[in-house]
């Protein structure tokens, strides 16, 4: 049992040095280099657009990167901050600070090793897709409108964190706009869509930052243009290893810090688990989900403090990675360490690029994240996966991403309830059971076969899960035909699972059918609701011998009832 354990969770790394060789090694460092190069701008990008200096994005893309990498369950994921979480980590930051951002990514990064640890990872994989691009919609929204201010160069005083009140400023100061800085975001949009189509391993985002920071830095020193502002102008950005931080931790923080935390673990565990699950479709290997979980909780854990923010794997940057040649982790502890040195070397180069071009960058994130087409698609699709989608979408754009998530989830559970109630059925017989056309005939050459039904057996066969609610929708059946037989048959052939309420609404059935002097007698009983009954005080109740494995069985038992009852009668008289 221990040796299985320590299998299922054993870090892809590990398992890749046994049939590591060279020309492994060589692609993963021409993937690695160049995933590193890409990866600075965006860290810086996601840094700042979360509230929180650009050095702390870069941090994450270091120490996250090589631990996602070290210990995880893919092969090519690529681990850092992402757009996903902008919204919730500047919602943090604006109410609790950069501590309290601290300590939800701590908190955050134990669910997720919990998740793992537990072997949650392919149960979030089974979150409802409506949920998944309702939210991812609503972010992308709110990234967009985020990156207004810098993309036009607006003078504009303190933004609201309203996402109404923030296009009521926009609109009431767009008579303030710097058209060298809206020239440099709307070029940069322009090369980041138009590079793949003249080169497919470069993204487009790396080429537009060294192109327009050259521009800009052209403009600014030789064209006498001014008000184009650069990273360097708002930031000052240490290049330096960054230090080991106190998170203070309390009970009180906790419990007003843990809801976050959760939006946080949830994000994080649905991105990577998405990313790797893309990641597999193209180089055709499979993810440990579990491994995976955990190796993204300790990265997490690990990054606060060090001035991190929350990770988690970057689709993107995963797939640049493939597109270069990257096949194993090595590539993303290449990444890391690349990253590294560019912060320790040409950090100070980083100052010179403009916002606009950051904005620029992160407009079209925006774009990639919308899944306008996927959305438009879902809105064409049933009433109740309308409601989750706009629900979640809404929610995430006018509040937050905690209360979308809450709310998608407990609307899609209704409607999971709603539709598994409906697909189970009741059907009420008397007088005769045809086997034949049910495949149940004892005969071999399948002749017809017809079960006759003694006057006053009634037959209730249950198709579908015997849950909650379908317990109460029996009750109401019962009800609706109230006939008082001398026998109950209930088919139970058909129910592949009964839970607690199930279980005792029928031992409510049975009590009251005993006082009625009603006999009941359960056919069809699988191993699985045989154990479940077990555990109830129905067997007490109905007697072992009404228990029955078929409807034969049942039938015979029907008779031995009424042979039973007759001599009664007869010693009566």
Known sequence: MRLNFLSDFQPVLFQTFKTYNKEKFIADVMAGLIVGVVALPLAIAFGIASGVAPERGIYTAIIAGFIISFLGGTSVQIGGPTGAFIVIVYGIVEQYGVQGLALATVLAGVMLVLMGVLKLGTVIKFIPYPIVVGFTSGIALTIFSTQIKDFFGLTTPKLPSGFFEKWMVYFQHFDTVNWSTALIAITTVAIIMLTPKIVKKIPGSLIAIIVMTVAAYLMKSYGNITGIETIGDRFAINNQMPQLEQIPMNLESIRLLFPAAFTIAMLGAIESLLSATVADGVTGKKHNSNMELVAQGVANIAVPF?????????????????????????????????????????????????MACLAGVLVVVAYNMSEWRTFISLIKQSR??????????????????????????????????????????????????????????????????????????????????????????????????????????????????????????????????????????????????????????????????????????????????????????????
């Open 306 to 354: 060090f001035g991190g923010i929350p990770a988690t794997g970057a689709i993107a940057r995963t797939m640049t990675n493939i597109n270069n040649g990257g096949r194993t982790p090595v590539a993303g502890i290449i990444h890391a360490m690349v990253l590294l040195l560019i912060v320790l070397f040409l950090g100070d180069l980083t100052k010179h690029i403009p």
């Open 384 to 573: 109740s996966t309308l409601a989750i989608l706009l629900t979640t979408f809404l929610l995430t754009v006018i509040f937050d991403l905690t209360i979308a998530i809450e709310v998608g989830l407990l609307l899609a559970l209704f409607a999971f309830l709603k539709r598994m109630n409906e697909s189970t059925q009741i059907k009420h017989t008397t007088g005769k059971i045809e086997i034949t056309k049910e495949m149940e005939s004892h005969s071999a050459d399948m002749k017809e076969e017809v079960l006759y039904l003694p006057h006053g057996v009634e037959v209730y066969e249950i198709d579908g899960p015997f849950f909650f609610g379908v317990a109460n929708k029996f009750d109401e059946k019962m009800r609706e035909i109230g006939n008082h037989p001398h026998v109950r048959i209930i088919r139970m052939r058909k129910i592949p699972f009964i839970d607690s309420t199930g279980l005792n609404n029928l031992e409510m059935l049975c009590r009251k059918s005993r006082k009625e002097k009603i006999h009941i007698i359960l056919s069809g009983v699988n191993d699985t609701i045989r154990e479940s009954l077990y555990k109830s005080k129905i067997p007490l109740i109905v007697g072992e011998e009404n228990i029955c494995s078929n409807i034969h069985e049942a039938v015979d038992r029907v008779r031995q009832i009424d042979i039973g009852m007759k001599k009664e009668h007869k010693q009566k008289v």
